[in-house]
Structures are given as structure tokens and as C-alpha cells.
């Protein structure tokens, strides 16, 4: 048995800004005017040049298509961005998610003779990497049908013949689509193991009834890991899952239905949607530039709102309290019910909402885990989660619970956490791919 309690701290802090997990999520957060400042002024790079590079090294870059745009990731220093057409194959990234000037990244395509990008240059500081431009992955595409939900869903496959150990992912809250996670199904498949994903209940090509509970979303993340392991390109034995942020309270009930053979997950809540809105509060005004007092008002508030969904609280005084609060300066930056009859729908009702404790099915699990959180994480805060998580699976094999000190939700380095700062971010927090990918070597290909 084997257990491991990682807390990794890096000094160097860039001042800078991320679903889902992820690079598109950052982008679209970044892009989508989330922070208090405006967007500068993109002239974005043809989107034709996406796709996947390797170094002699067996490092990676990748150009994907983000909302307005070319953007990159650069594996090795874990720095992304929106790309800029400098000239015909020559993009350029400035400062933060989305900066023009000045030039801090260049990536110089070079092409056949028939036209076809060959290769990528990538520069940044006294940097110079070749990268030798990589097949694209294959896709298969299909609809999985369970009750009255049908799944529009995607594989992406590593080269070769496989079988292939399988990672199925999950996306965090709010809408959620395939492309959102393309870019990790590609980054997996380029670690030997294929991706799953779909569209989630209500967004994209999945049709069917909106989910009410995390139930719901459980029964498809089911779906689709009952699918993956029918498949002749999956190694049946050795299919995973993937869980960002909300899904920490889908995995584990979707694994009571489905067993996998692995965990990876990232920015995870282990307390209820109602403890999580108490702990993450505070901290989350506070670094975002709230006074203290406001974010104390906001935490009694929110517990207001707990004892309201609970029946503790009648509307009448929920609602006299709602009032006085509405010009507050923290009344529009947390979540809250406005209706006399909100307690009544299944989020609040059921065992499966607002009140689930996901914590025992996290300690029913016996599979190898990865879970990562961020130290500066103001949304699912590390200190309220990982200590609970590490106890949970003590003495489970092969569990590992590791917090990147300057690590924000979506695992970018950051400096307060909060989502202020968003835009100005563009760097993986230090070791969050080493993690992942060491993980993946040792207790998904070594042991599929």
C-alpha cells in the first residue's frame, strides 16, 4: 500500500490569470470579460494551424482553437496564451492570457513544399525549441442512449493499434462541451491513453431532461465509462476517469455504478455544495479586494442561505435579510436562492444536492487516486478539501494528495487567487503536469 500527502511549493510567482481544468476554460474565462479590466484589442491567428508538435526531447506544444483564436500551450514551461498573426506563419504572445505587446512568445511555422505545416519554432526569453509537427489523433464520434439522456460523446485515440487504457472526463460546473476538453483528450492520447467526452446534460448535441441532482450527472458519467469498456480500441480492465472541480461530487456516485480502474482529479470538493459556498467565500472576496467585514457579512449570509434551504430559516425572514443585503458591495459575487419555493426543487430535497457529503464514497474507493489542489484555490479551497481527502484514503494503494502552493482553481500560478487577477495569468502552476503525467506512467500504462 502506498499513500503520499504532497504539498509543492515554488517561489517564482508570475503576476498573471484560466474549465478545467483547463486551458479552453481559462481562455474563455480570460476572453469572456471576467475580469475587472477590459480586453485589449486581439488580432488572432488563423485557426487552420492547430494541432499537435513533439520536440527531439519528447516534449510538447500545442496550438488549439480558443474563442477568438489561435492559442498555445508549451508543455514544458506550462505557459499559454492567445496567439497573435505577427506575419503569414509567424504568431506572437504578449504579456497574460491575451497580450499583444510586448512580444514575449514567437512560434514560426515552417512548411512543406506542398504547404502543409511541417514543424513549429517556438521562442520565449533566450529559449529556442524545434518541434516536428505530430499526425493528428483519430476520433470517433458517437451517441450513447441510457433512459431518456442521449450522449453525444467522442474518443480521441493515441497512435498506434491499441487496445489503449482510457481516460473518461468530466467537466466542472456550468455548461460543458467536447471542445472545452479537446485539448487535454490530446494531451492524454499523447501520454498512450485515449479520451472520452461529451457533451454535458443541456449543452451541445446532448438531448434529454435537464439534470436536477448530482445523481443525474453520475448516470451519465456512468454512461459513458459503461461505453468506453465495450469498445475494441479500450483496454476493458483499465478504464479511468477524470474528475475537474463540480465533478467531485459526480465521480465518486458514478463510480458506485461503474467501477473504474484509476482517478485523476483536480480541484476537487470533498464537503457539500453548502460547506463548500461557507469555506470559499471568505477568501474568495477577500483576495479579489473586498474588506474583511464584507466577507464576513457574505460568509453569515451564505450561512443564512444554508439554514433557508434546510427549512430553518422561513422566507419571510430569509427574505427581509435578502433585501438588506441586495446593495451590498458582496450581494451580486455569491450565489443565492430568490424565490419563496427554491428549497422545494431536488438540489435542496434530495440526499444527492446541496446537502450531499461526498466524503464516504471518496473512502470507499480502492483504486490508484491523483487528486491536486491549488494552495491560492479561493473556489474549492485546499485547506478545507486535501486534509480531508488525504485522511479519507489513507492506507487506499497507490494515493497520492498533492497542493501546488501557487496553484489558483484552474491550477494556473497565481498571486491572490481570485478572480481578478484572471487575465493576467498564463503559466501552469509548477509541477501540475509532472504529477499527471507520472501518474499516468506509473499506474495507467505500466499496469495496462
Not at 113 to 134: M, T, V
Not at 214 to 224: G, I
Not at 328 to 341: L, Y
Amino acid at each position: 500500500m502506498r499513500k503520499a500527502y504532497v504539498r509543492v511549493n515554488h517561489n517564482s510567482r508570475a503576476a498573471m490569470n484560466h474549465a478545467s481544468t483547463a486551458a479552453y476554460v481559462l481562455l474563455a474565462l480570460a476572453l469572456c470579460g471576467c475580469s475587472a479590466r477590459p480586453a485589449p484589442q486581439l488580432v488572432p491567428a488563423d485557426t487552420s494551424s492547430a494541432g499537435g508538435f513533439v520536440a527531439e526531447d519528447g516534449s510538447r506544444l500545442t496550438l488549439f482553437e480558443a474563442p477568438l483564436g489561435l492559442a498555445f500551450l508549451h508543455y514544458p514551461s506550462g505557459r499559454l496564451g492567445v496567439l497573435h498573426q505577427l506575419d503569414q506563419d509567424h504568431h506572437g504572445a504578449g504579456p497574460g492570457a491575451m497580450g499583444r505587446n510586448p512580444i514575449e512568445v514567437e512560434v514560426l511555422l515552417s512548411r512543406a513544399p506542398n504547404g502543409a505545416i511541417q514543424g513549429a519554432r517556438y521562442r520565449a526569453g533566450s529559449g529556442d525549441q524545434w518541434f516536428e509537427r505530430l499526425p493528428p489523433f483519430r476520433r470517433v464520434n458517437t451517441t450513447i442512449s441510457h433512459g431518456q439522456v442521449a450522449l453525444a460523446a467522442s474518443a480521441t485515440l493515441p497512435a498506434g493499434d491499441g487496445p489503449f487504457p482510457v481516460v473518461v472526463m468530466n467537466h466542472g460546473g456550468g455548461p460543458g462541451v467536447r471542445s472545452d476538453l479537446q485539448i487535454w483528450a490530446d494531451y492524454f492520447a499523447g501520454l498512450g491513453v485515449a479520451a472520452v467526452t461529451y457533451d454535458k446534460r443541456g449543452s451541445g448535441e446532448t438531448t434529454g431532461p435537464a439534470w436536477d441532482t448530482f445523481e443525474d450527472l453520475a448516470a451519465d458519467a456512468a454512461a459513458a465509462t459503461s461505453w468506453a469498456k465495450g469498445e475494441a480500441w479500450a483496454k476493458s480492465g483499465c478504464v479511468g476517469t477524470w474528475a475537474y472541480s463540480q465533478s467531485g461530487w459526480v465521480v465518486p456516485l458514478a463510480i458506485q455504478r461503474e467501477g473504474v480502474a484509476f482517478v485523476i482529479a483536480v480541484s476537487i470538493p470533498v464537503i457539500s455544495p453548502a460547506q463548500r459556498a461557507v469555506a470559499s467565500v471568505r477568501p474568495r472576496l477577500v483576495a479579489d479586494g473586498l474588506s474583511q467585514r464584507d466577507a464576513d457579512e457574505a460568509r453569515d449570509f451564505i450561512e443564512l442561505v444554508n439554514q433557508f434551504g434546510r427549512g430553518m430559516v422561513s422566507w419571510s425572514d430569509y427574505n427581509r435579510a435578502l433585501e438588506a443585503a441586495r446593495n451590498s458591495a458582496w450581494f451580486d459575487r455569491v450565489e443565492k436562492p430568490t424565490t419563496e419555493d427554491a428549497p422545494s426543487s431536488p438540489f435542496y430535497t434530495t440526499q444527492y444536492g446541496r446537502y450531499l457529503d461526498p466524503l464516504p464514497y471518496w473512502a470507499d474507493l480502492d483504486m490508484p487516486l491523483l487528486a491536486i489542489y491549488g494552495g491560492l484555490d479561493t473556489t474549492v479551497p485546499s485547506n478545507s478539501n486535501a486534509p480531508l481527502l488525504m485522511n479519507a484514503v489513507a492506507g487506499r494503494r497507490a494515493s497520492i494528495v498533492a497542493v501546488l502552493a501557487d496553484a489558483n482553481h484552474q491550477m494556473l500560478r497565481a498571486v491572490t487567487g481570485g478572480d481578478a487577477e484572471l487575465i493576467d495569468l498564463n503559466t501552469y502552476a509548477h509541477g501540475y503536469f509532472a504529477l499527471i503525467e507520472g501518474f499516468v506512467a506509473r499506474h495507467v500504462v505500466a499496469h495496462c
